[in-house]
């Protein structure tokens, strides 16, 4: 049974941070693009970062320079340390696992709250 369990996230205020944390199991972790996602009330999901099994990283723009993923594979966990958050870094983050031809795997996510 595939499990991505999100944790770490909680209120912070504007210009502090926050490390997030998935934890997967059931998956070929060593195979698998992990990233996380974000979803806002009112807006659609959107990608924040991911980073593939050889440890490459793609962010989007309102990430980069603030976020960092990271991958521990010993572990089957991803992070995300989350610096200089804003209040419109407000919403709820989940956390993906894909390979190719196969469907993605979602966490239940965990709300991060900026308040300023």
């Known amino acids: 049974q595939v499990q991505l369990v999100e944790s770490g996230g909680g209120l912070v205020e504007s210009g502090g941070s926050l490390r997030l944390s998935c934890a997967a199991s059931?998956?070929?972790?060593?195979?698998?693009?992990m990233g996380w996602y974000r979803q806002a009330p009112g807006k659609e999901r959107e990608l924040v970062a991911e980073i593939t099994p050889g440890s490459f990283t793609n962010y989007a723009d309102s990430a980069k320079g603030r976020f960092t993923i990271s991958r521990d594979t010993a572990k089957n966990t991803v992070h995300l340390r989350m610096n200089s958050l804003k209040p419109e870094d407000t919403a709820v983050y989940y956390c993906?696992?894909?390979?190719?031809?196969?469907?993605?795997?979602w966490g239940k996510g965990t709300l991060v709250t900026v308040s300023s």
């Open positions: 993906n696992a894909r390979r190719p031809f196969f469907f993605p795997y």
């Open positions: 059931g998956i070929n972790f060593s195979v698998d693009t």
